[in-house]
């Protein structure tokens, strides 16, 4: 089992940043299977950005430039840094956790991240 507690979101004017984090605890193999994911009223959960098996990020073209995740393995902890927030990025955003070597993926419960005009 996997818990995923993230924390960070809150309302920003655009232009603004936010730095969203993630704690993952339980049957960790490595904090490096995390990614970020988001959901904006009325529309489905979209990639915001997830690591590859080469041990690389892709970020979807809509924040490429503008948000950067990272982790740190000691604290089984993940970030996701927002830049340059548009009101386009309002959503509720969503880490995960690839567990598969067990074949399955956790989420966390969403924070809130509001860019007002």
């Known amino acids: 089992q996997v818990q995923l507690v993230e924390s960070g979101g809150g309302l920003v004017q655009a232009g603004g940043s936010l730095r969203l984090s993630c704690t993952a605890s339980?049957?960790?193999?490595?904090?490096?299977?995390m990614g970020w994911y988001r959901q904006a009223p009325g529309k489905q959960r979209e990639l915001v950005a997830a690591p590859t098996s080469g041990g690389t990020i892709t970020y979807a073209d809509s924040v490429k430039g503008r948000f950067t995740i990272s982790t740190d393995g000691a604290k089984n902890t993940g970030s996701l840094q927002t830049n340059s927030l548009k009101p386009e990025d309002t959503a509720v955003y969503y880490c995960n956790y690839l567990a598969y070597y067990r074949g399955v993926t956790y989420w966390g419960q969403g924070t809130q991240v509001t860019v007002s005009s």
């Open positions: 339980g049957s960790i193999l490595s904090i490096n299977l």
